[in-house]
């Protein structure tokens, strides 16, 4: 039977993204049946300025899996991210980002192989905010001068960073449980508990308790500034690593520039009986339509849900090919060339007739 599965083509680039990971996917022989759904920028003015429609939301719901192509979020202003919007309305609090190196990217590393699994719903990047000047800032901050603390100031904007028992352990159990599913040997917790002791000191005390839990996989954790200079220097001793909302962030994005950047970073969000995978890079609304933009994260997310529905066979036969292609470094797009200005660089759509045509022999 054909695997039922929510499409959001995005707005950007994500749209000729998303089309050349669908011709990809169907090339590998795995029936698929695409509900497409709309999110993003594109569809504000006509859903009354929601960027993220309630008919998207359920369909997912429905589908219980869906294949997102990346979505604007604005600077400083306008519309929250649809990303952060998902992962609340959907409950998807563990989000999983391989980092590997693939021969034939141009990367001062070698043999990197690690994951980084970010809790999504909780810490400063829940977005609990209060804007600088409003009522509620300003009543949140003379509570706090009346109770003797000198910050936050009157003239304050102020987030909040809620860490949970209930949302710690659960994240720490699926990482224990994905490390041993995928054959990996440590789980590594990332944290600053030597200042935050009661947020990201909760934090690394559940981790700890579930590793106790877990004693068949080795666990460590690291500070988080001392995280990311272990991974500049020593990427190789780590295998998954977990993270609070906001450094996992950060140090996803930093392991991607270990591998040689965002364009071959994929990225998979999993609740409760429902999965949304999607790149992690943003969506270059500057480039849409140009045809040029790397579609190696995308249809490696894509693969990332060919293992999640079951497709095991079909998920190693597409990640040979990309690894092929990207190693002989013929059919690939200008940011994998050894000069960017190659004119024997190809587009989007090319680069994925190339991986059709693989799979299809």
């Known amino acids: 039977m054909a ?12 749209p000729e993204l998303t089309e050349a990971t669908r011709r990809v996917l169907e090339a590998t022989g795995v029936a698929f049946e695409w509900d497409i759904q709309s999110a993003g920028e594109a569809i504000m003015e006509a859903n009354g300025g929601n960027p993220l429609p309630d008919e998207t939301l359920d369909s997912i719901r429905r589908n219980g899996v869906a294949l997102k192509g990346p979505i604007t979020t604005p600077v400083g202003g306008g519309f929250r991210s649809v990303n952060v919007g998902l992962r609340k309305e959907l409950d998807l609090y563990a989000q999983v980002r391989p980092c590997k190196t693939y021969p034939g990217v141009r990367s001062r590393y070698a043999d ?13 990047y829940a977005g609990i905010e209060f804007e600088q000047g409003t009522p509620d800032a300003l009543e949140l ?10 910050l936050p100031r009157p003239d304050s904007g102020i987030s909040i960073k809620p860490i949970s028992i209930s949302g710690t352990r659960r994240v720490f159990e699926f990482a224990f449980d994905y490390a041993r599913r995928m054959g990996r040997s440590r789980v590594t917790a990332v944290h600053k508990a030597n200042i935050m002791k009661f947020t990201d000191g909760l934090w690394l005390r559940v981790a700890r308790e579930v590793a106790a839990e877990n004693s068949d996989i080795d666990f460590n954790d690291r500070i988080a ?15 998954v690593i977990v993270a609070p909302n906001l450094y996992g962030d950060i140090i996803s994005d930093l392991a991607a520039g270990l591998i040689g950047g965002l364009g071959v970073a994929p990225g998979a969000n999993f609740g409760e009986g ?19 933009m790397n579609p190696v994260a995308e249809i490696l997310s894509g693969m990332l849900m060919l293992r999640h529905l079951g497709e095991h066979d079909a998920a190693a036969r597409l990640e040979t090919a990309i690894t092929d292609l990207i190693r ?9 060339k050894p000069d960017r200005d190659d004119p024997t660089a190809v587009g989007t759509s090319q680069m994925a007739d190339a991986l059709v045509a693989t799979l299809s022999r």
């Open 225 to 239: 500034d001392n995280m990311c200079m272990q991974l500049v220097q020593h990427p190789e001793d780590y295998d």
């Open 3 to 14: 695997h039922r599965v929510t499409l959001i083509p995005g707005d950007g680039t994500g």
């Open 112 to 124: 990197v192989d690690l994951v980084i699994i970010r809790e999504t719903t909780e810490d400063i």
């Open 328 to 336: 002989e470094g013929e059919h690939v797009t200008a940011d994998m």
């Open 274 to 292: 429902v999965a949304v995978f999607e790149p992690v890079h943003g969506s270059s609304p500057s480039h849409a339509g140009e045809n040029k």
């Open 141 to 150: 901050a003379a509570w706090f001068e009346a109770r003797g603390e000198t």
